[in-house]
């Protein structure tokens, strides 16, 4: 038989190596959060030189900084997931990261049961006094000078990333 040996496929990532890239990961996405804070006060600053600075407080219920965080972590944190999957030179990255559409048949069914779920939350919520919305998020909304921005980072921005992130990347190296 000629030709040169076919290398066996390896898997995902073992448990100490994903939690070492998973380390690097948290910490470029602190990085870049704190980027977004930083230009933001820089930017606030040269547009309202007139007064001060925001406090860390004004700045963490500011809706909009937080949005823009989120927004923009998320090229940073799934970049890092595929591009330590992919050094991994293992299984496909849709198999890796667990990128594969779910059945008509499993979509409904979790839907339900999460219809179920927040239903009962919310209820317990309500019997219990308390706010279905915490006041920090109501504080998010009401600062966010515009409203669709906060969506897309809490309804598409941040779920990505966490998917990206948990699900996919560290999900499967500690799986092993």
């Avoid at 779920?117 to 706010?131: K, N």
Wanted: with cysteine.
């Amino acid at each position: 038989m000629t030709g040169a040996a076919i290398a066996p496929l390896r898997g995902p990532w073992g448990f100490w190596p994903t939690v070492g890239w998973g380390t690097i990961i948290g910490c470029a996405y602190l990085g870049a959060q704190i980027v977004v804070v930083v230009a933001y006060m820089v930017f606030h600053g040269v547009m309202h030189h007139d007064k001060p600075i925001p406090s860390t407080d004004a700045i963490a219920s500011n809706g909009l900084v937080l949005s823009l965080a989120a927004i923009l972590t998320v090229p940073v944190v799934v970049g890092l997931c595929l591009l330590f999957a992919r050094l991994r030179k293992g299984p496909p990255l849709r198999d890796y990261l667990g990128l594969r559409l779910c059945g008509a048949r499993s979509f409904v069914g979790w839907s339900l049961g999460l219809f179920v779920l927040i239903a009962t939350s919310d209820s317990l919520t309500v019997a219990l006094g308390r706010p279905i919305v915490p006041e920090v998020m109501a504080d998010y909304y009401r600062n966010t000078p515009f409203k669709p921005l906060i969506w897309v980072a809490l309804v598409l921005a941040a779920p990505l990333a966490e998917e990206f992130l948990f699900r996919g990347f560290l999900f499967q190296g500690w799986s092993q």
